[in-house]
């Protein structure tokens, strides 16, 4: 279904309303292709090509909702959105009002088209199997176009499409002893993509060494974009939503007290501008381009949806209360002097498994998975076996955070549940001068 196509699907729909209703009208829809690998070969391809409609029904504080599938027929597409809105209609009277309900009653138009530049499945695919020749490689591999509609009986037209790719593969060397790979975005460079199984090489050939083992204790420490990527998914678990601040549940309460801080160089915010999100949400307000979270080590804002914003009288400045967008500040260390600065102690390449162990003080704990080693004198002597962590936020975004990364790496989501998912956070490494290992 095409931007016109669903827009005209809307005003049919809107033009049988009754009374005082009102109707929301969302798409969600991709083109992808999807591969998965295993030993370094395709074995399973195919492709995705879905389109869904979802409805909001109000009336008198109250509203229902319900999806359908589209089938691209435009005759069928309509008999079953006109089915929908009717069962909806009889529902509408059993449910009780609403008193966090929220629209933007404003008519308003946007459109986003975001065009990437990405080669057919099967040659970027033919790239990585000449080029991971030997390699114990597993892996998927996502591209096509996202596509986000909204219209409604207010006047609202609003359309989001997007282009990308997302390359998600992992090199085992022997039983837990693996490098993780993460590429993605809307360009596709297939010398980019070499240049980090060359990378990847390297490291297999130090996880060949025998293993070692380290006691438990504070040691000096390199997280790359993926580990830190693992800390800001936790922490999007109830750090920055409006709701969770103002009901006292974040583990961010001391730093949104002004009683904690964390290192002046660190800076989050909520990047809607870098185009793999819509600019808009279901309940049709436009978001800003930039949410800031965190600047020079203090509290900024929070992200507020529609209902958080009823609840609460605030702006509304997000789709939901957890980053889809998220970003973190560049430093000024350079990642080919990262091994030299870190001198001896761990380079840990990936976090897994991780929760809170002191919500108060924002403690963390979780632990490390792949591409981790022990560095002496700068240079990798051994992988690492696996490890328990446990540390704050505030010592290691905080008073013990020596750099940040000049590059970052834009790390997409690789989640296909119901969808490929648009969510991305662009993340720099950072280097720290202790992280407590637990057992």
Not at 279 to 288: D, K, N, Q, S
Not at 322 to 347: C, F, H, K, N, V
Request: include cysteine; proline fraction near 4%; charge should be negative.
């Amino acid at each position: 279904m095409k931007q016109d196509d669903f827009f005209a699907l809307a005003s049919d729909l809107s033009a049988g309303l009754h009374g005082d209703e009102v109707l929301l009208c969302q798409l969600e829809g991709e083109d992808s292709d999807m591969v998965r690998l295993n030993h370094g070969r395709i074995r399973q391809a195919g492709s995705v090509r879905q389109r869904g409609l979802g409805l909001t029904l109000i009336s008198a504080g109250r509203q229902v909702e319900g999806g359908c599938d589209l089938s691209g027929d435009t005759a069928d597409d309509r008999a079953r959105a006109r089915d929908l809105l009717a069962r909806l209609r009889e529902r509408l009277p059993h449910v009780p009002e609403d008193p966090y309900l929220n629209i933007s009653r404003e008519p308003s138009r946007s459109e986003r088209v975001t065009e990437g530049e990405l080669p057919p499945a099967d040659e970027a695919l033919g790239t990585l199997t000449a080029a991971s020749e030997g390699l114990d490689l597993v892996g998927i591999w996502a591209s096509g176009s996202l596509v986000t509609g909204l219209a409604s009986s207010l006047g609202h037209r609003h359309w989001h499409e997007s282009q990308s790719f997302n390359l998600d593969f992992s090199c085992h060397q022997d039983r837990d002893k693996a490098v993780k790979v993460s590429l993605g975005g809307h360009t596709w460079d297939p010398e980019v993509l070499r240049q980090r199984l060359e990378a990847v090489r390297r490291d297999l050939a130090v996880m060949a060494r025998p293993a070692r083992t380290i006691p438990p204790g504070r040691y000096r420490a390199y997280l790359a974009p993926a580990a830190v990527g693992e800390i800001m998914d936790l922490l999007a678990w109830g750090g920055f939503g409006l709701k969770d601040h103002r009901t006292a549940q974040t583990p961010l309460l001391k730093l949104a007290r002004g009683e904690r801080r964390l290192d002046p160089r660190v800076a989050l915010a909520e990047e809607q501008g870098r185009g793999l999100m819509p600019g808009f949400t279901a309940e049709g307000f436009l978001l800003p381009e930039r949410v800031s979270l965190v600047n020079g080590g203090t509290w900024q804002g929070c992200l507020a949806d529609a209902r958080s914003a009823a609840e609460y009288d605030a702006a509304v400045n997000a789709a939901g209360e957890q980053p889809e967008s998220l970003t973190m500040a560049a430093g000024d260390l350079s990642t080919e002097t990262i091994i030299e600065r870190l001198g001896t102690g761990l380079y840990v390449g990936n976090l897994w498994y991780l929760n809170y162990s002191d919500r108060n003080e924002c403690r963390i704990t979780g632990m490390t998975r792949f591409g981790t080693f022990w560095v002496e004198d700068g240079e990798r002597v051994a992988p690492v076996n696996v490890m328990r962590f446990d540390d704050s936020l505030y010592h290691l975004l905080g008073d013990r955070l020596e750099a940040i990364t000049r590059e970052r790496e834009l790390i997409l989501s690789a989640d296909t549940y119901g969808g490929r998912s648009s969510a991305s956070a662009l993340l720099p490494g950072v280097l720290v001068s202790g992280i407590e290992l637990a057992l």
